[in-house]
């Protein structure tokens, strides 16, 4: 079993910074793609951030220039670092990781989802 441990939201002030971390754990042999998306109360799940195994980044536009995205892959954590908040930045962040777990079958393919940590940006 794979699973996602986040860490790192909280309460900050508009134009402030905040750092959020995700581990996967578990029999991994490998991660791909990681990321980070965030979902307002009534709105679809929406992608943040995403970064391949070889480095490779994508964003949102609205957070382009703000956000950056980055991953340890021996550690199997991914990270975020979020600069110039603003409040409309303000929802729960969910990690986001596609795996090759190794189990007693073999390798398998899985797509993980952490539990969410909420970021809170006061104006």
């Known amino acids: 079993q794979v699973q996602l441990v986040e860490s790192g939201g909280g309460l900050v002030q508009a134009g402030g910074s905040l750092n959020l971390s995700c581990a996967a754990s578990?029999?991994?042999?490998?991660?791909?793609?990681m990321g980070w998306y965030r979902q307002a109360p009534g709105k679809q799940r929406e992608v943040v951030a995403q970064?391949?195994?070889?480095?490779?980044?994508n964003y949102a536009d609205s957070v382009k220039g703000r956000f950056t995205i980055s991953r340890d892959n021996a550690k199997n954590t991914v990270y975020l670092e979020m600069n110039s908040l603003k409040s409309e930045d303000t929802t729960v962040y969910y990690c986001y990781a596609q795996v090759i777990a190794s189990t007693s079958l073999g390798n398998r393919y899985l797509e993980v989802w952490g539990q969410g940590t909420l970021v809170t940006v006061s104006s």
């Open positions: 970064i391949t195994s070889g480095g490779r980044t």
């Open positions: 578990g029999s991994i042999f490998r991660s791909n793609t």
